[in-house]
Each structure stands twice: as C-alpha cells, then as structure tokens.
C-alpha cells in the first residue's frame, strides 16, 4: 500500500470499509478483479461491492452464473494467468460447492509446482449468526480452511481492520480466505482511510487484563469486550486478545498473554468439537502448561447444526456464558 | 432394456455388450478405419492435408506411441509409481498439442503425458507425478502448460480463468482442455462448459471419450447418445469426431481454435477414440470388458490408419519408416537414461513452498524434522 495522505477520521461501517478497500485496491492496480454471484449490478446482497460495476466497469467487477465451485475455479486460472482475483462466496454455507477447488487447487498450487505458481486469490467469506438468517446462512466453517496448509485464513473483527486486512490480503502472494464478520457489518466507528493496523499474522490486545485471556476473533471479540466490561464492574480485569488471524497464527501474542494472566479461554461461534478452538487449547496446553492457574476452556458454538432463527439464542455463545468460563476459570485450582 | 440388460459380464459370461459400438451416427472423419479418405467426410484446410504436414503428425503419432510404451516399462521396472497409458489415444494427444501456439494454454488429464512431452517437456520432467518425485515436475508458466491431477474436470473451470483472463488482457490466446467421458459427469464439467459459454471465454474443451471411466462403460456414464450434444444445452458448438483420424482431428481442432482466438467463444468436440491398455498398471481390463471388443479397435489404430493412407499416397515408405523408428529409439534410450538417475529427496522440501514465506510453526516442524532425519543424503528416517 503506498503512503498516502488520509482523509481526516469520519464514521464508517465494517461493509463500507471492505467496499473502500476493495474500490482502492482496484484503483491501484488493475490486475484486481471482483466477481461472484450479484456482486455486480446488485452490488452484494450486503451491498459490500456497491458502485464498484459503475466506477470501473463490467471487465473489473462482473457477475458470474450461480456455480461457486465454478467461480473458485475461473478465480484460479485468472490468478495464474496474473491477474489478482477477489471473489466471494455468498454466504458461509454457499462455498461448500467451492470446498474441492479450494483445498485441492487453491490450497496446493504453489507447493504442488514449487513455487512456480503462486494462486494470489482472495476469498471473501460472510460468516457467522446473530442475524436470524434461516438455514445455511449463518455457518462458520473456519476450521476447514485453517485445517488445510496451503491458505491464509483471517477475520478483522474491527472497521479499521476490516479495511487494512483486506488490502494486505489483496496484496498477499498467498491465497486468503477472508472472513468477514456479518453480524459486524454495520458496526461503525471513526476510521481516517486509507488505514493501515498491524500485519497479517499479528494478535492484538484489544482490552489488556490480568486474570484472564479472552483468546476470541471475528464474531466474539465484541461478545468478549462485553464481557470484559461487564467483569470490571466486579473488579476482575479481562485481557481481551483478538487474533485475527487464524493462519499464520500469533503463538508469541497468545504465550504473552496467557504467561501474563495464568488462565485461557477460547471464544468462537463456530462448532466447538473439532474447531478451531481445539486447536488453539491444545497449544496453550502445550507451551504455556506451567504459567496455568486452569484448565483452557472454550466458550463455543454448540456441536449441533447451526438451528433455526428461532433458536439461535440459545445457541450462539454470549457474554454470559463467557462470564460462566470466567468464574469457573478463577474458582479453579 | 433394464438396468440388468445392460451391465457388463466379465469375459466368462454372457455377452451383454456388443463388440462394435450401437452409435445412432458415425462421428465425422476423414479416413475410414482402412485408411481411404470417407465420402463427405471432414474437410481439413488444404495445408493440413499436404504430405510434409501429415508426415509431420505421422512421426508425432509414432513418437507419442513409443513414449507411451517406454512409460509403461518404465511402470512395469517399478521406476515409475504409476503410469496411465494413453495407448490407442494418441491422434487426439498429437491433434491437440499441434492445434495450439506455444502462447496457447494447455490443461492436461493425468493420461494425457503423451501431450506434455509432445509439448517439449523433457519426460522425465512431465512424468515426475507419476514417478512419485513430486507433484508437478515442470514450470506450468514456461510450458503453458498446467499440472496433472487426479482430480476430475477440476481443470474445466481452470481453462474457463485462463481463457477469460487472455480475453479481458486482450491477448488471443486460447485454452485447450482434456476431459475424459468419465469427467463429463462431474460437475465441474458443467460449470466449467456453461461458464465459458456465458463469458465467450476462448476455451476449446476436447473430451477423450475412451469409453470407460476406469471400467465403468460409457452406457452407465451418460444415456446421451453423444456427449457432444450437451454443447447444445451450454449455447455452443459440439462436433463429435473419430478420435482416431488425426486428420479429422486437426480439422476440428484447428476450427475450434481459430474460433477461440477469433472471439468466437468455446467449443465442446467429443473425440470417440478408445483406451486399449488398462486403466492403468495396477487395472485389470479383463474384469470389466472383453478382448474382443479390444480387437475391434486395435483395428482402427490410429497410427496404423493414417500410415496405409501416407503409403497409398506415396509419402510413406519403408525408409521413412525405419528413420522413424531410429528417432523414437534414441528417444527412449535418453529416457531409460534419464530414468536409471535416481533423484534425492529431503525433508526440507516439504516446508518450501507451503506459502509465499513459511509461517514460525513450519519452521519448528521444519527443525523437528531436521532433528529426526540427520545430516545424511538419501531417503529420511521411517516415522
């Protein structure tokens, strides 16, 4: 990203920051392409790709025909030939189709040609609930992409971020699956563009603490703010560490923290067996053994399918079931 | 006829499928299985049809079959971990490579090594999958050219980026994808077709149809009567052609291509050829289909065929022949050669080229790898 002069700070959406990201990514360099299914005239059901058609034409962001596995795939030719292709999958659920062009070509065309054949592709993925969409719209399938070598998987949970990580990812060699946050679309905040935050791969403490790490990303980190908030009110003092990134994985943030506050607990929305949370108990476990005061726990989506709107409450993990880790956290040993 | 009627009994039992094929049509050709050019049949460019030119895809033909063979030697010493041979094949692998410029792109099956070596790449680098050295063994951007796969018709959507990519850069080059019959039951065979349809992308997809998808027939893939005919429901052109008339073939191509690169968007063209080796070398074709049906088309060769007419044209003869048979020879000698070489592997390798820069995790398995393995050449410690 070259330095530039920004604009003075003014209130801006998570949806408006990736549409200006996008839009200045595009501007910048003309090998970037934007495509998906109604991302064009439309703009994005989330209206994330609003005015892009117009601004730059129907070569620079068009609309595709309904086949996402198709999309993944032309995305992967474009690439190889040199173009920078984003493309989105509608929804969390809608890349399943995706999901062999993906992990069998995306993930692997470096290594499989030795670095002769980078994929600099970036997906944009909506994910997660909370906003009583009915079935296969509120999915959070992280732990697929973070699971397979060969990607980059990163969430901003915050409008700066959305924005800075976004650009990188665009700028990346590597191919990005780039999860954004739905139930944060709207969230605002004051955000002078173009803005730059820390680089992907890097943590960030979002509220510093000492009895307790709230290891969370995308969806939760303001579920754990609210929580955090909610816990000084008694005074206990949460440290709230937003990763960001899922691969490449801040292990020194995560010691840091965990070396400082003696306790770990995961939050993340998505299925808790098998999840991403999983893995990262298990690393704590493994490096941070001796500075724990309690077991790792993790505050999870439940191991059901993700239920219908109606349910959703009971299912998606809240400020209060975080504050049920806590106590149980502190209470331990 | 039932689902029963129609299954394949295996060589002991009772004939259910007929040796020469119930097509409602013949696919168009050039020459007839005799090697005489047919009444109505395809009409090359004069140019393709001169003597020099034809004797040109002759020696491709006879080279592509004497690599073939080395291949499946090769596989038969154990130097090769697997080899799928395109024997009986070999006019669609020659037709495609000879239909396409080296700024054209070229996406191949993992049977088509054929194509690849007819392509330039050294053999030892294009079977390098197959060896099991590693999975790619050339530079896909310097040969335009990409991997095999085991994937099927993953390519198709492939060759629909690569075309669109060349159109929206206003470059003409085009994009030229092997399917098998098999794949075309795959999804992303679909997708890959409507796409370039919807885009105009200058894609030309060729389908090898063999007729078995390992030793499931045709019959059970498909109750088209032609695969070509789905071109119809994707609004593009479909010609289906006897994969086994090179001439036809470079007729058909040579339009498909010229289609591409004109602006006029994809075509699909069904090459009805056949498979006369097993699936591959760990296949036994016995159990699934019958001797007689290989007999029927080991006489429709596609190098036997073009070579009776070449002879009845005078460009053929003896002498020609045994040059051919000296430089396929040599060929394979330099093959034996380079195959007699065994590569050395490291561990390291495995950590390279996972991302643009190994993330701090790789790097700890990097040395706990290292650790483990020692300093030594040669194969790593078993885990």
Redesign the interface.
Known sequence: MSAEISAPAAPLTMAKAINAALSDAMAEDDKV?VFGEDVGALGGVFRVTDGLTAKFGE?RCFD??L?E??I????????????K?VVEMQFDAFAY?AF??IF??LA???????????VPVVVRIPYGGGIGGVEHHSDSSESYFAHT??L?VVTPATVEDAYSMLREAID???PVIFFEPKRLYWSKANVALPARTGPI?TAAVRRPGTQATLVCYGQTVPICMAAAEQAAKEGIELEVLDLRSL???D??AIERSVAKTGRAIVVHESVGFGGFGAELAARIAERCFYQLEAPVTRVAGLDVPFPPPKYEHWYLPDADRVLDAVDRALSAG | MTLLDLSARDREGATAIAVRPAWDSEPLRYLDEHGAPVEGGARPRPESLAPAALLRGYRALRFARAFDTEATNLVMQGRLAVYPSCRGQEACEVAAVHALTEQDWLLPTYRDSAALVLRGIPAVDALTLLRGTWHCGYDPKQWRTMPQCTPLATQGPHAVGLGLAAKLAGDDSVALCFFGDGSTSEGDFHEACNSAAVYQAPVVFLVQNNQYAISVPLHKQTRATSLADKAVGYGMPGVRVDGNDLIALTAVLGEAVDRARAGGGPTLIEAVTYRLQAHTNADDAARYRQSAEVEYWRHRDPIDRLARYLTAIGALDATVEAEIDEECEQYCERMRAQFAEEPTYHPDEMFEHVYAEPTTQLLAQREMVRAEYGSGEGEGAAQ
């Open positions: 392409v070569e595709t025909p086949a596995a198709s993944m795939g032309t995305a992967i030719g474009m690439a190889v030939y040199g173009f292709p189709p062999e062009q069998s070509h692997k065309m470096r290594n499989r040609t030795r670095g002769a054949v980078p070598p060969g980059h990346s060699p590597d791969g691969v490449p994985l292990d020194a």
